[in-house]
């Protein structure tokens, strides 16, 4: 199209495409929008300046050309811009407004193959305006689909968070996520942090190996921490937890997907994992929570409370804090030579249960349950899919949406809980976990440095105590001539 203005000599041509959508792949339809500006500008006798890029419009913060080329428009390099269409500069009402601005500070002109903004003229400035609001709108559609796609993508247990986590390759066919021969190298670490290696030893022994991050990076501490936190490791997907880029969004609404892909760490060993990282010993540095052998196990028979200790620095000892509610103290030596005791003499017990279930002399139906308990969950899913579908269509208003979404997130929520109940009580993972605690409680036959001067450190202790003991409840009343505990193992 020829366009008769003789104050426009040199423009810059902008091109940007954030998706394919004409299905012709983005290097040629950008290629096609490119040859049709060169001709505009050709045709019209203009010299041009190309500015290119793939990006969002969500913001022109991350679109670097954007960025360049209004700093050059403000320097009055160019007469005009040159766009397919006038949304390639941005779909964001707020963007918008900032280059019109701009453009209309410097009297520059916009062009397209088809008109040509004049932005000092009302009925130019009004039309783009209008035109501006409708690419807003549309781009809030986009948004609002391409969230709904990626929800349902979620919830059919497709990869849609980005790069696949370390030990994982995502299966282009599937969209679900494989374990590759990185694998060994996740159940490495979960395994040297359910045996108590802390996590400065365990990045000493991964570099030692040479094993790297995804990257090729030495591994740092927050990356362990990051690895045993993610959920993607127990065949787990836990998405849409934020508003946005940075607002957390109610763990309710999160969308999670258990059983998804084959899992590189069963759930004991990733709960275990877990919770040592975040409950336990990782918790505050040392100097402001010296970590004793029991430290977080001992409760107060009485009330409940954790019971900590103190370090008596005069007397050189240390005991058992006195409890508010007249649970007294005690010396701490004589109950961890007690508690060891106790712990190492448990192995007998677990030696029988793992008999009884390696014989089979358990009835298991664990398997048909857990069916019957999946076949109830897909279905609770599909309900709450059409509750949202009738929401978005107008069928039910927002209080209606509300309650009965409320209704099947508290359902989906007990049916999963009931499914990793199961899961638990699964005969091989049960004899699995025995093995394990048998692992640990012969790792703890030796000295302890707290008991002896030297061998195990209180932190390696905390961690395998923790492996074992869900909790040790003390008692130490008045007119009692010694104190009592009662130790909870996990396998009880």
């Known amino acids: 199209m020829l366009f008769n203005n003789e104050n426009i000599k040199h423009v810059a041509i902008y091109l940007r495409l954030s998706r394919d959508e004409e299905n012709l792949g983005i290097e040629q339809i950008l290629d096609n929008h490119r040859q049709t500006l060169i001709a505009l500008c050709n045709e019209n006798n203009w010299s041009f300046e190309i500015f290119e890029e793939v990006a969002s419009s969500s913001t022109i913060i991350k679109r670097e050309q954007m960025v360049k080329l209004l700093d050059r428009v403000q320097q009055d390099y160019f007469d005009a811009v040159v766009v397919m269409d006038i949304d390639r500069l941005s779909r964001d009402e707020y963007d918008a407004s900032d280059i019109k601005r701009i453009l209309y500070q410097t009297e520059t002109f916009i062009v397209t193959p088809y008109k040509m903004y004049d932005l000092s003229k009302d009925d130019d400035s009004l039309l783009l305006g209008i035109t501006n609001l409708i690419a807003s709108g549309e781009y809030k559609q986009i948004l609002k689909r391409m969230r709904r796609g990626k929800e349902y993508a979620q919830k059919q247990g497709h990869w849609t968070n980005g790069i696949a986590p370390l030990g994982y390759t995502k299966d282009t066919k599937t969209k679900k996520l494989v374990p590759n021969e990185r694998a060994k190298d996740i159940q490495f670490i979960f395994s040297e942090i359910t045996k108590g290696t802390t996590i400065p030893s365990l990045i000493r022994q991964l570099n030692n ?117 007249g649970n007294r103290s005690f010396y701490y030596n004589p109950i961890l030579a007690m508690i060891k005791e106790e712990v190492l003499g448990y ?146």
Not at 232 to 241: H, M, R
Not at 278 to 285: G, L
Not at 398 to 423: P, T
Not at 477 to 483: E, F, I
């Open 209 to 325: 190996m040479g094993i790297k991050t995804r990257q090729g990076y030495d591994f740092k501490y927050n990356s362990i921490v990051r690895i045993v936190n993610n959920e993607a490791y127990k065949g787990t997907i836990a998405s849409n937890k934020t508003i946005g880029q940075y607002k957390p969004r109610p763990k309710e609404d999160w969308i999670i997907v258990h059983n998804v892909h084959p899992a590189i760490v069963d759930e004991v060993t990733w709960d275990s994992a877990n919770k040592i990282v975040n409950e336990y010993s990782f918790k505050a540095p040392r100097s402001k929570n010296r970590i004793y052998p029991t430290s977080n196990l001992i409760y107060c028979a009485n009330c409940g409370k954790i019971q900590g200790c103190n370090n008596h620095k005069r007397l050189n000892k240390v005991y058992i804090k006195h409890c508010k509610c």
């Open 347 to 492: 192995k007998d017990n677990i030696l029988k249960a793992l008999e009884t279930f390696e014989e089979g002399k358990q009835e298991d139906n664990i398997q048909y349950r857990k069916e019957k308990l999946i076949s109830q969950l897909n279905k609770s899913k599909r309900a709450l899919d059409k509750i949202s579908i009738l929401f978005e269509e107008d069928e039910i208003d927002i209080i209606a949406y509300r309650e009965r979404k409320a209704i099947r997130q508290e359902e989906i929520k007990l049916i999963e809980e009931e499914i990793s109940a199961l899961e638990k009580e699964d005969k091989s993972v049960k004899i699995d976990n025995l093995k394990e605690q048998i692992e640990s409680i012969e790792s703890l036959v030796g000295k302890w440095h707290f008991l002896d001067g030297e061998g195990y450190t209180d932190e390696k202790i905390n961690r395998l105590l923790h492996g074992l003991i869900s909790g040790i409840f003390w008692s130490y009343q008045k007119g009692d001539s010694s104190p009592k505990l009662i130790i909870r193992f996990k396998a009880e």
